[in-house]
């Protein structure tokens, strides 16, 4: 939980306080960058680290995420530049590629299936409690002291959850010799970059239509592939092709994709929307976009009763309704004439809907395997939201610019509001993906016994898995 804080907090907190950041350094049309750089250190190394541990576990893997992400926080509270914030901002999506997902692991290995949905549940309070301190923080700290103390607050919590780890996780693994797929990593992260490259500066750094556009998205297509091969002949994949070649872990994946890039959404443009469209201060917009991150909690706890007794398709299904319900709503009632509190509303209705579907299914996913793949499996999951979220931040970023267009340094109440709306249209198809893939999810097996997608039961001795006495 103190791990899963500090991604909680840097999520929430930045989120206000970057109009302040673009005034001092200007470069409005750049602030995507902050997060999709981020975003796609984050979702580049996810599978080497969910690998990683699965080979030499889940202990050394998350300590060195705090680590790194200890040293981005730090070197982002000196940032001269906008540049220079974005490169940092790298710095710490390399930390959070492992912070995330290991927590989740840790969870499916030291608890059986009817208590993870009531420790996940813990787990996603650190996001509402966040988003109630967050933005208090952001906001604070930007109209008040300096934005940068929004980077430096991270400091004693990496200590504080660095030290606990060490201390009180304790962990059993069977040492045997690895080949680690360093070509498979390195092609994932060059592929991925470059789309996202070519998805955030096409129409703003250059034509769609210009030779550039076509090398640099063209390129990291090529890369794809290359990766899809290699991965087919590696001994050791960093991301196994199996993993979405079985209709669970395939769906779910794809579920969480769309989680991403619905939550990077809202969180990416309700705070700048409120505080320039409506006027208000960055407390203010940080609490009305805080509504999201305390429904996703609340129901998140309640999600365990519901896949127990109704099964993890229909909750999931429920969960990807309610956050449609929330986007609609957005679209058809988020204007100039709106008020913090129906914004504030629309956010708690999204949030409680990726409650229900984000945890479980990852919980199905996990599920299905045991120890020896539940990292890689927990990565691949988290690895596809982080993908959602790095397309959402490009794809929208792409869409305000163009819509805003020479004004997009300055932009004005009325044409962000245009804006912003044009960007929820995206936020909503992305919904309708997660919908569409959780009816794709196994109908059948998945009552009481909760057997595998493949007919098999998973035996739940979560004693017999876990790595040692860290319960």
């Not at 739940?460 to 006495?469: H, I, M, R």
Request: some cysteine.
């Amino acid at each position: 939980m103190l791990a899963t804080a500090l991604v909680a907090l840097d999520s929430t907190v930045i989120a206000t306080a970057i109009p302040t950041i673009t005034k001092e350094l200007g470069g409005f049309s750049q602030f995507p960058w902050l997060l999709s750089v981020y975003l796609l250190a984050q979702a580049a190394t996810t599978p080497l680290y969910g690998k990683v541990a699965d080979v030499v576990g889940r202990k050394p893997v998350i300590l060195l995420g705090v680590a790194v992400f200890l040293a981005g926080s730090i070197l982002c509270g000196f940032a001269w530049s906008m540049p220079a914030l974005i490169a940092f901002r790298a710095v710490q999506g390399l930390g959070a590629g492992a912070i995330l997902p290991m927590s989740t692991t840790i969870v499916g290995d030291i608890y059986t299936l009817a208590e993870r949905a009531k420790v996940q549940g813990y787990v996603a309070s650190v996001w509402g409690i966040s988003a109630v301190v967050g933005p208090l923080i952001g906001g604070a700290f930007s109209e008040w002291v300096s934005w940068r103390w929004i980077f430096w607050v991270n400091i004693p919590f990496c200590l504080v959850a660095g030290g606990i780890l060490l201390r009180n996780f304790r962990e059993k693994v069977e040492r045997t010799k690895h080949r680690v797929d360093y070509l498979g990593a390195v092609l994932v992260t060059a592929a991925t970059t470059l789309l996202m490259l070519g998805l955030l500066e096409g129409g703003e750094g250059w034509p769609w239509t210009s030779l550039t556009s076509a090398l640099v998205i063209g390129g990291g297509l090529v890369l794809a592939v290359a990766f899809v091969l290699v991965e087919r002949r590696a001994a050791e994949p960093v991301l196994p092709l199996w993993v979405f070649g079985r209709r669970m872990l395939l769906t779910t994946s794809v579920v969480s994709l769309g989680v991403g890039a619905v939550m990077i959404g809202f969180t990416s443009y309700i705070p700048t929307f409120t505080q320039v469209t409506l006027g208000t201060g960055a407390l203010v917009a940080g609490f009305s976009v805080a509504t999201m991150t305390v429904g996703w909690p609340v129901a998140a706890a309640q999600s365990g009763r519901l896949y127990l007794r109704y099964r993890f398709r229909v909750t999931a299904l429920l969960g990807s309704l309610l956050a449609i319900v929330g986007v609609v709503l957005v679209l058809l009632f988020l204007g100039t004439g709106s008020t913090p509190w129906e914004v504030g509303a629309f956010c708690l209705v999204v949030g409680a809907g990726l409650g229900l579907a984000a945890p479980t299914t990852v919980i199905a996913a996990q599920h299905t395997v045991g120890w020896s793949e539940r990292g890689v499996v927990t990565s691949a999951n988290m690895f596809s939201r982080s993908i959602g979220s790095a397309l959402g931040v490009a794809v929208y970023g792409a869409v305000v610019n163009a819509s805003l267009g020479r004004t997009a340094a300055h932009p004005a109440p009325g044409p962000l509001a245009d804006a912003v709306h044009e960007v929820f249209l995206g936020v909503l198809v992305a919904g309708v993906v997660m919908l569409v893939a959780v009816l794709f999810m196994p109908r059948g097996g998945e009552g009481r016994q909760f057997p595998t997608d493949d007919g098999g039961a998973v035996a739940e001795k979560a004693a017999e898995q876990t790595v040692g006495g860290a319960a």
